[in-house]
């Protein structure tokens, strides 16, 4: 991919810049915002490092590659942690106007490269003014552990000084213009001590990069600096200058231009509301919420696909028809609030169509989890289905967007989220990780309440390498797909080894498929007993385990190094739950993958910035039964919450199997103290096969057995598949999943 880099002459920009060259990509600028007055030392910026400004142009002499640079005319003015429109007067307008001159010089750029490592408020600006130049951000060290990227800096030789430090324990009388490797074991020892952001990422120091793998024509040496105090105990290197050493006189030096000051134009806001034709065929459509106080509403439509309406025009309408149905139910927002969609398709050949239209109905800078798949072949699924969640009260959605491309988990460019709970309270909002964003003045009182138990609901994660967002191989793909779950989790502020209620396992390479994700969902999880409701366990917030939240490299166990930093803390339950588990054998997933797994999890609430367990989940145990007639797994809260799963078989035919399944989920909620008011969601998994031979007669056999079983209309949305079970053998013939709560 063809590149420009954002430097500012710190570590992290200039090792990113290494680390895309050592990918493969081409980088052909460098890009650098410095401040309006020359004279200035630090601007103080909220998203870009100023101090050391007047050493920049020597990166062009260093790198040999040309540097294009603007002066900042602009503030922060909008410091809330989201970004999502153009702010007039604001520095990120700059980094806009920065990204549209390089492409105008550089027409075949694809993307930018950023040394964003922790910041979310940082990612997000540099995403948003990406997206409006056209380009795909890069953020190679993003939420690599900081203490080991400083080891992978010094093994690489990048040598740097400190230039700013702005932190208790970081003198400037001692420590400007000391070099990084020296100061490195005490910032490990302030890490530990205090706190501290190892690598910077807080602002308690900044560094000019004097070498380092990229600076393949020249090196640079520090000349001057004044140590000077900047208030509040923290101090710059004034006046600091460097001398280019050249190494490889073969390399001509970049070309240093300056752009224009201009602000670029502001993007019209696309409207959020899909279109709302629909094709001239009949389509199947339903709504359900709880009555007794569950929080959420689940949507769906069912749109048949033929020669007259492609996939493209179904999936259209299938949009258009939930959100009607949604701000019908009172979501405010209908299909932009949802927390979690699911696609099916009748084939994957339709996938990259239909993210066109998907991207027209769902711009908003929040925008839903989802996962999309082709269920099965044949008649049977000839059709698109969108089943959507969403809660009742979108104000208490904290969405996961990271559309950068890193090392940490496949980045979600499109308009899709890698995941979104219900509720929770503060923390992990607008796109962000671990940290609680700042607090908002206060809103009007809104008309619904906060789901009673709210739920992180993750998007689909095949198993793409993140740093390269390719496929891994094939027998790599169920372990890297478990392991970009795990970080998106902690990233929400869950562990999903611990919090998890439920999973949903699909594979499209045949029955072994799911055997392999049965296998690496024990290995990655570890042994879980069935945890019993208890009145006193004993939950616990805890950093999340290195050893699991993977990297970008899976599957051998020599190359499996985290990339998830510890100040992400997730919470943990002790005892862990045991979630339900759902295997699907597909027709077709994404990119041609064999294997995607989806979570369901209990969202942590955010007392003052950190995830704790909530006390809804304390009590939190799990039933299983496997009988002549059904299989059945739940986990549940009593008298409060549930989630269940079961299958149907051993009947003389299909409606015998329906109608087991149909009383033993009844039976189940009855049991767990919860009743069909209570339900939330329901859908049903049935074998393709078997929906063909019961042709017409499904639909009234269905219905019979739903509601014959004391359940509410309407009947759960069908949906058909190669294979379905509560095990990696999907022998059932039909599985109904069932998440039902009452409100406090």
């Not at 019993?532 to 290195?546: G, H, L, Y």
């Not at 069909?676 to 639909?699: I, K």
Request: with cysteine; net charge negative; glycine share 14%.
């Amino acid at each position: 991919m063809k590149v420009a880099a954002l430097v500012s002459g710190g570590k992290d920009s200039c090792y990113a810049l290494g680390l895309a060259q050592a990918a493969g990509h081409d980088v052909v600028a460098l890009l650098n915002l410095c401040p309006a007055d020359a004279s200035t030392e630090d601007t103080d910026s909220h998203c870009f490092q100023t101090v050391g400004h007047k050493t920049v142009p020597a990166l062009a002499a260093a790198t040999g590659l040309p540097l294009l640079l603007r002066r900042l005319t602009g503030g922060s003015k909008a410091t809330g942690m989201g970004y999502d429109a153009a702010v007039a007067g604001d520095e990120v307008e700059d980094l806009a106007a920065l990204l549209l001159a390089a492409v105008a010089r550089f027409p075949r750029l694809q993307g930018v490269v950023s040394g964003a490592v922790a910041s979310d408020y940082q990612r997000l600006r540099v995403e948003h003014a990406a997206a409006r130049a056209g380009l795909v951000a890069l953020a190679p060290l993003w939420h690599m552990p900081q203490l080991e990227l400083l080891a992978d800096m010094e093994r690489a030789g990048l040598r740097a000084i400190l230039v700013k430090v702005a932190a208790e324990g970081l003198e400037p009388g001692r420590w400007l213009g000391t070099a990084l490797a020296a100061a490195g074991p005490h910032l490990a020892r302030l890490a530990s001590r205090l706190g501290l952001n190892p690598a910077g990422e807080g602002g308690e120091y900044e560094t000019l990069t004097l070498d380092c793998p990229a600076f393949v024509r020249a090196r640079l040496e520090m000349v001057g600096g004044v140590v000077t105090p900047a208030g509040g105990g923290a101090g710059v290197l004034a006046g600091v200058a460097v001398e280019v050493v050249v190494r490889d006189a073969r390399v001509p030096p970049g070309e240093v231009a300056w752009v224009g000051d201009g602000a670029p134009p502001t993007p019209a806001d696309a409207p959020r509301t899909p279109p709302l034709h629909a094709p001239a065929a009949t389509l199947t459509a339903g709504t359900r919420a709880s009555a007794g106080g569950g929080g959420t509403v689940q949507a769906w439509a069912t749109v048949p696909v033929t020669g007259e309406v492609p996939a493209e025009h179904a999936t259209a309408a299938a949009l258009a028809t939930t959100h009607a149905r949604l701000l019908a139910a009172g979501v405010a927002g209908g299909i932009n609030a949802c927390s979690h969609i699911r696609l099916y398709l009748p084939s994957m050949a339709a996938f990259e169509g239909v993210n066109g239209v998907w991207a027209a109905a769902i711009p908003g800078p929040a925008p839903p989890a989802r996962a999309c798949l082709a269920p099965a072949g044949g008649a049977a699924a000839a059709s698109v289905i969108l089943d959507a969640v969403a809660p009742l009260n979108p104000s208490t959605r904290r969405v996961l967007h990271v559309q950068t491309i890193s090392p940490w988990a496949p980045a979600c460019i499109g308009p899709y989220a890698q995941g979104v709970a219900d509720g929770g309270g503060e923390g992990g909002g607008g796109g962000g990780g671990g940290a609680a964003p700042p607090r908002r003045p206060p809103r009007p009182e809104p008309p619904h309440p906060p789901p009673p138990f709210p739920l992180v609901r993750l998007a689909g994660q095949i198993g793409l390498d993140p740093a390269t967002m390719t496929l891994v191989d094939a027998v790599d793909q169920p372990a890297r797909s478990l392991a970009s779950a795990a970080a998106v989790g902690a990233a929400m502020g869950v562990d999903l080894r611990t919090l998890a209620v439920g999973w949903t396992l699909l594979g499209a390479g045949g029955a072994a498929s799911l055997g392999a994700l049965g296998r690496a969902l024990r290995a990655w999880s570890g042994p879980v007993g069935g945890r019993q409701p208890s009145a006193s366990p004993s939950p616990s917030t805890s950093a999340c385990s290195d050893g699991y939240l993977g990297g970008g490299r899976v599957g051998r166990e020599e190359d499996d190094r985290p990339f998830t930093d510890s100040y992400l803390r997730a919470a943990a339950a002790s005892p862990p739950t045991r979630p339900v588990t759902i295997y699907l054998l597909a027709a077709g997933l994404p990119r041609g993958a064999v294997a995607e797994v989806e979570a369901l999890a209990v969202a942590p609430e955010w007392l003052g910035g950190a995830p704790a367990v909530p006390a809804w989940a304390e009590s939190l145990g799990w039933m299983g039964r496997e009988a002549g007639t059904h299989s059945l797994a739940a986990a549940f809260s009593p008298g409060a919450f549930a989630h269940v799963a079961v299958g149907g078989h051993g009947g003389a035919c299909l409606g015998d199997d329906v109608h087991a399944a149909t009383a033993q989920a009844m039976a189940c909620l009855e049991a767990a103290g919860l009743a069909a008011e209570d339900v939330s969601l329901a859908r049903v998994f049935v074998r393709a096969d078997g929906l063909e031979a019961a042709g017409a007669a499904f639909p009234a056999m269905l219905h019979a057995a739903w509601c014959g079983a004391g359940f509410e209309e309407p009947v759960p949305v069908v949906v058909p598949v190669l294979a379905v079970g509560l095990g990696p053998a999907a022998g059932e013939p039909v599985v109904f999943e069932v998440t039902a709560g009452r409100g406090g």
